[in-house]
């Protein structure tokens, strides 16, 4: 079955730290760049960043640069976010998700996780 | 950062209605664009990828058009499972989504 799995997520104070993981399986996960996507209560999406199908090369939305590392085992088929230093503005379902074409990060976000909640508070 | 602009934020109409949302790239974008759909508390799903183009499983009444900095998704009969919020999204840098238009059922 092709499916994303999140977990990690929970309740931190200002200041810490937590780390998402997303399971991947059904599908050939080495091949395609992997993104991080939230979504704040009654909010909208916003992408925070993602990494390379080899992990050589990840890119980061301004909102979360230096704070969050984004991380992939290709043995293990997982995706990890480090989140230090973390806000209050920081609350939101945190979504792993899949382009719809292997090997570029320009592919449309064809799978998804459910998602993982993290609040900060 | 290139923003995208989606409008009307919100709209209501009936169903069978034809509704049209757009979206508005400050710089050019090629067909980079891509539309989802995401129902209350659910998952965002993939509508239309490469401006155009339609996911495979999707209702043919979802259209999508344009290129460069000016993008259009038609939904041609409303369906009452069409309510929900529809997001832009571009993929030529790195990725960033519209606002978001929610389409209500009168």
């Known amino acids: 079955q092709v499916q994303l799995v999140e977990s990690g997520g929970g309740l931190v104070k200002p200041g810490g730290s937590l780390r998402l993981s997303c399971a991947a399986s059904?599908?050939?996960?080495?091949?395609?760049?992997m993104s991080w996507i939230r979504q704040a209560p009654g909010k909208g999406l916003e992408w925070i960043s993602y990494?390379?199908?080899?992990?050589?090369?990840?890119n980061y939305a301004d909102s979360v640069r230096g704070r969050f590392t984004i991380s992939r085992d290709n043995a293990k088929n997982s995706l990890d976010l480090q989140m230090n230093s973390l806000r209050a503005e920081d609350t939101a379902l945190y979504y792993c998700?899949?382009?719809?074409?292997?090997?570029?990060?320009?592919?449309?976000?064809?799978?998804w996780g459910q998602g993982t909640m993290v609040i900060v508070s | 950062d290139i923003e995208m602009t989606q409008s009307p934020s919100s709209l209501s109409a009936s169903v069978g209605d034809r509704v049209t949302i757009t979206c508005r790239a400050s710089q050019n974008i090629n067909s980079y664009l891509n539309w989802y759909r995401q129902k209350p508390g659910r998952v965002p799903e993939l509508l239309i990828y490469?401006?155009?183009s339609l996911r495979s499983g999707v209702p043919s009444r979802f259209r999508g058009s344009g290129s460069g900095t000016d993008f259009t998704l038609t939904i041609n009969s409303l369906h009452a499972e069409d309510s929900a919020t529809y997001y832009c999204q571009q993929t030529y840098t790195n990725p960033r989504f519209g606002g978001g238009t929610t389409v209500e059922i009168k």
């Open positions: 490469a401006a155009s």
């Open positions: 998700a899949r382009p719809h074409m292997s090997g570029t990060r320009r592919g449309a976000f064809d799978l």
């Open positions: 990494i390379s199908d080899s992990g050589s090369t990840k």
């Open positions: 059904g599908f050939s996960f080495r091949d395609y760049y």
